[in-house]
């Protein structure tokens, strides 16, 4: 089984490989370190950033290899998956104009595909982060939480042995918000907890430790911007599909938003096609 980490030369690219680097550590997968040519990247700044994956890679015990592809990037990575099983690619974002971080990117189009691996788009707040990466945050919608996000989760709190935090968000309007007695609020977190229980119990069986907050708010990526701006968390995990959808006409998707403004290291894990 590979994990994949796309490579551009670029010191996002870079800190995306060290992710995928104690994913695949984990679990004992090969770390495929990809390129696809293109007249935007340099082949020596791509050649010296899968150098500096390898020699990480040999601390981990880890086996890389290199894979350099040719023709339109999307179509060129899909036509390698489906000949290939991957757990997990790993693509970092670049930082482009008018605060668009997928528009037209290589991220966005892996994004809408149908992929028979999972996708971990990586923004890169802080390089050194991923040297010291001991608090992880997963914020979700009440009790929201898939399975393969989960794992995902675990997995990479685990490659980090890092603490976690679920923050679960109930959405209200501010009539609402205002009406809400604290009595009111605190059962309806309580049910929440008794939902994410089993999550609870499969961390701690992993000897992870887990807290669940919750935050009651009308504003979903300003609520998660307040929140991380308030502790200290090196890593944020969100669901690709949680913030995927326009917030309005010739505005940002939230998604874009809350990767522009982000002060952490954030993933954007879109899972595998099931079919």
Same mark, same amino acid.
């Given at each position: 089984?590979?994990?994949?980490?796309?490579?551009?030369?670029?010191?996002?690219?870079?800190? =995306? =490989?060290?992710?995928?680097?104690?994913?695949?550590?984990?679990?004992?997968?090969?770390?495929?370190?990809?390129?696809?040519?293109?007249?935007?990247?340099?082949?020596?700044?791509?050649?010296?950033?899968?150098?500096?994956? *390898?020699?990480?890679?040999?601390?981990?015990?880890?086996?890389? *290899?290199?894979?350099?592809?040719?023709?339109?990037?999307?179509?060129?990575?899909?036509?390698?998956?489906?000949?290939?099983?991957?757990?997990?690619?790993?693509?970092?974002?670049?930082?482009?104009?008018?605060?668009?971080?997928?528009?037209?990117?290589?991220?966005?189009?892996?994004?809408?595909?149908?992929?028979?691996?999972?996708?971990?788009?990586?923004?890169?707040?802080?390089?050194?982060?991923?040297?010291?990466?001991?608090?992880?945050?997963?914020?979700?919608?009440?009790?929201?939480?898939?399975?393969?996000?989960?794992?995902?989760?675990?997995?990479?709190?685990?490659?980090? =042995? =890092?603490?976690?935090?679920?923050?679960?968000?109930?959405?209200?309007?501010?009539?609402?918000?205002?009406?809400?007695?604290?009595?009111?609020?605190?059962?309806?977190?309580?049910?929440?907890?008794?939902?994410?229980?089993?999550?609870?119990?499969?961390?701690?069986?992993?000897?992870?430790?887990?807290?669940?907050?919750?935050?009651?708010?009308?504003?979903?990526?300003?609520?998660?911007?307040?929140?991380?701006?308030?502790?200290?968390?090196?890593?944020?995990?969100?669901?690709?599909?949680?913030?995927?959808?326009?917030?309005?006409?010739? /505005?940002?998707?939230?998604?874009? /938003?809350?990767?522009?403004?982000?002060?952490?290291?954030?993933?954007?894990?879109?899972?595998?096609?099931?079919?």
């Amino acid at each position: 089984m590979k994990v994949i980490a796309a490579i551009n030369g670029l010191v996002s690219s870079d800190v =995306a =490989a060290l992710y995928a680097l104690r994913y695949a550590a984990l679990f004992d997968y090969t770390l495929c370190l990809l390129h696809v040519e293109n007249h935007t990247d340099r082949k020596e700044e791509v050649e010296m950033s899968m150098a500096t994956a *390898e020699e990480a890679a040999s601390h981990y015990g880890v086996k890389t *290899e290199r894979v350099f592809l040719i023709g339109k990037p999307d179509k060129a990575i899909v036509e390698y998956l489906a000949l290939h099983r991957t757990d997990t690619i790993f693509c970092s974002t670049r930082v482009r104009t008018k605060k668009r971080f997928f528009q037209n990117s290589l991220s966005e189009k892996l994004s809408r595909l149908s992929l028979p691996a999972n996708l971990a788009i990586v923004r890169v707040a802080h390089v050194n982060a991923v040297f010291a990466t001991d608090s992880i945050l997963l914020p979700i919608r009440e009790d929201r939480l898939s399975a393969q996000k989960f794992a995902f989760f675990g997995s990479i709190a685990k490659a980090f =042995a =890092a603490a976690t935090e679920i923050y679960s968000i109930h959405l209200t309007d501010r009539r609402r918000l205002a009406a809400i007695d604290t009595h009111t609020a605190k059962i309806h977190f309580q049910k929440i907890n008794t939902r994410l229980s089993h999550y609870v119990n499969t961390m701690k069986l992993l000897d992870i430790p887990l807290t669940i907050k919750h935050a009651l708010t009308g504003e979903e990526v300003d609520q998660i911007l307040h929140h991380l701006a308030r502790h200290d968390f090196q890593l944020m995990i969100i669901g690709g599909r949680m913030l995927s959808s326009f917030s309005g006409f010739f /505005r940002e998707k939230p998604i874009e /938003r809350l990767f522009w403004h982000t002060p952490v290291n954030t993933i954007a894990f879109y899972a595998r096609d099931k079919k």
